[in-house]
């Protein structure tokens, strides 16, 4: 015979219940949460304080709803309060890499490139592994051999030597990086895959996002405001990643100083160019090593470049950008990627 649990223990509502609640009361009665309530049940999520089935409830309720910039914004205060600190590394510019290449081969990478050897010191955080069939950044640097971190040691190291440093997000922030593998488990990207790109581990003052979705702009730029972010830039990038595609016009949402503005890059390739097989680093180091022309990898490398310069300078115009990163391109040390 099957013997009921009748302690009190048992009956005791669960500290994260409250929040699945407020989430899953249905149509007139859920709502978002405050800052602060997403700030302490995120925490209990990083914390490891909630069962399998309460974080899996909460996430998927909050992909269903949509986050609000609050919520983000709450996110990544407790994201950032369970990081591992970083010290004084410092960066100009922060560029978050979470969604990896499908359609096209990594040609954003260039774009870091030129910034950094433009003086910028650019620090790079990913994950990887989370949707199958798409080429990472991690692999991507680490085949074209460049600067990947393990610790904010070799960050400042590579920070002063190359102005370029990678570093996963398993490396300062583990429980953010297991609750993005869930993406496998539960078959959909979660809120996880949204507000990593605003961690911004490094304070810098400017900061380059990318979307999957045009509508996912004004959220960002929301909860960037929220987050006190001095000046950042978002735009729907090719396959996720920052990178601004040629074959299409691009609009890109500026905030400065929590003001909000508009650039448009318009297209510079007039058809739309197919998608490659694999996306690859072959083509993108023959490019750099001026061994294999490539339009279409050439014209995203500078509109990318171009995007962050004007987030890394607000009164550069458009123009003034383009006719920046050209410069940039022919300046470049070639012998880099080597």
């Known amino acids: 015979m099957k013997v009921t649990d009748t302690s009190a223990a048992s009956r005791q509502e669960h500290a994260f219940a409250p929040y699945i609640r407020i989430l899953g009361k249905g149509k007139t009665g859920t709502r ?15 914390d490891g304080k909630t069962e399998p089935l309460q974080t899996g ?49 990594p040609w954003y990478i260039l774009s870091m490139l030129l910034l950094a050897q433009a003086g910028y ?14 080429l990472y950044t991690e692999v991507a640097m680490r085949e074209m051999g460049l600067p990947i971190a393990s610790n904010w040691t ?17 490396e300062f922030c583990t429980p953010l990086e297991d609750l993005m593998q ?17 961690l911004n581990p490094l304070g810098a003052k400017a900061s380059v996002q990318s979307v999957f979705h045009p509508a996912y702009a004004q959220l960002h730029q929301g909860a960037d405001r929220l987050l006190g972010q001095s000046r950042a830039i978002v735009f729907r ?22 003001q909000s503005e508009e650039v448009r890059f ?4 007039p058809a739309r160019v197919a998608s490659v097989s694999a996306p690859a680093c072959e083509p993108v ?17 500078l509109m990318t470049t171009a995007a962050a310069l004007v987030v890394c300078n607000p009164k550069l115009t458009e123009k003034g950008a383009s006719a920046q990163a050209e410069t940039l391109w022919q300046e470049r040390n070639r012998s880099q990627l080597g």
């Not at 990178?243 to 609009?251: F, G, L, M, Q, W």
């Not at 318009?266 to 390739?269: A, K, L, N, Q, V």
């Not at 180091?285 to 490398?301: E, F, K, N, S």
Request: with cysteine.
């Open 32 to 46: 978002s949460l405050t800052r602060e309530e997403a700030r302490i049940a995120f925490g209990m999520l990083l």
């Open 57 to 105: 409830a909460f996430l998927m309720l909050l992909r269903v709803k949509e986050e609000s910039p609050e919520e983000l914004a709450g996110f990544v205060d407790a994201c950032r309060m369970h990081m591992e600190s970083p010290g004084d590394t410092t960066a100009d510019l922060d560029w978050s890499t979470y969604a990896g290449k499908k359609h096209q081969n």
């Open 121 to 134: 010191r650019v620090f790079v955080h990913g994950s990887m592994g989370h949707t199958p069939e798409r």
């Open 154 to 170: 070799e960050v400042r190291s590579h920070l002063d030597a190359y102005h370029l440093s990678y570093l996963p997000l398993r």
């Open 182 to 198: 869930l993406r496998n488990l539960l078959g959909l990207r979660s809120p996880v895959n949204t507000l990593a790109r605003m």
């Open 237 to 258: 990038g090719e396959s996720g990643e920052v990178e601004v595609k040629p074959h299409a016009d691009t609009r890109l949402l500026l905030l400065h100083d929590g």
């Open 266 to 269: 318009s297209r510079t390739i």
């Open 285 to 301: 180091l023959a490019l750099w090593r001026d061994h294999m022309p490539d339009d279409y990898g050439l014209q995203a490398t």
